[in-house]
């Protein structure tokens, strides 16, 4: 195993030793110990790996976003409403119902396909962190306010550190 391990330095970490299954276990205790819910990580690493999110990344936005509270929700000076783990916005997703944003499973599978949708279309992490922050249009018209530039730096410091945790637990079981 170890030399399998030091061999994926290159590739998403978190993805590629989720999909070993001999692996696998490493990964599922470090993310459920982080977020604090075998569940609730659980679901989010099989849909990062379905639509080949970087886990660290997927967890730095929902931590963000909710604090991996299911039922956070933020009335909006537009009187939409971001609701549960990643903060689905009511007008962004009008065709959800009420439940279905307190839905671990919904709101895990639309927000990462959402923030898939915007790293793609953000072309890079910055902007597509803006636009899963602020709206696309928004961030296409006039740039990302300023309040999302703090947001999107907050989100890949977290994953900055999730990932350096994460290598040092690595490092751990290749010297064990």
Do not use: W
Not at 32 to 54: F, T
Not at 85 to 114: A, C, M, W
């Amino acid at each position: 195993m170890g030399r399998y391990l030091a061999s994926v330095v290159n590739d998403d970490l978190s993805l590629t030793l989720y999909r070993n299954k001999n692996t696998r276990g490493i990964i599922e205790k470090f993310y459920a110990e982080l977020c604090g819910s075998r569940y609730i990580s659980g679901i989010i690493l099989k849909y990062a790996d379905m639509y080949e999110v970087p886990p660290s990344l997927a967890f730095a936005v929902c931590n963000m976003e909710s604090r991996f509270n299911v039922n956070a929700e933020n009335i909006n000076q537009d009187l939409s409403i971001d609701r549960g783990l990643f903060q689905l916005n009511s007008k962004s997703f009008p065709y959800l119902n009420e439940d279905d944003f307190f839905s671990v499973q919904t709101n895990v599978l639309f927000g990462i396909r959402h923030l898939k949708y915007c790293l793609k279309r953000g072309q890079n992490k910055i902007v597509g962190l803006s636009i899963y922050n602020a709206g696309e249009n928004r961030v296409t018209t006039n740039g990302a306010p300023l309040i999302t530039l703090n947001y999107v730096s907050r989100v890949i410091d977290y994953r900055d550190t999730v990932e350096r945790k994460l290598k040092a637990l690595v490092r751990d079981k290749l010297s064990s």
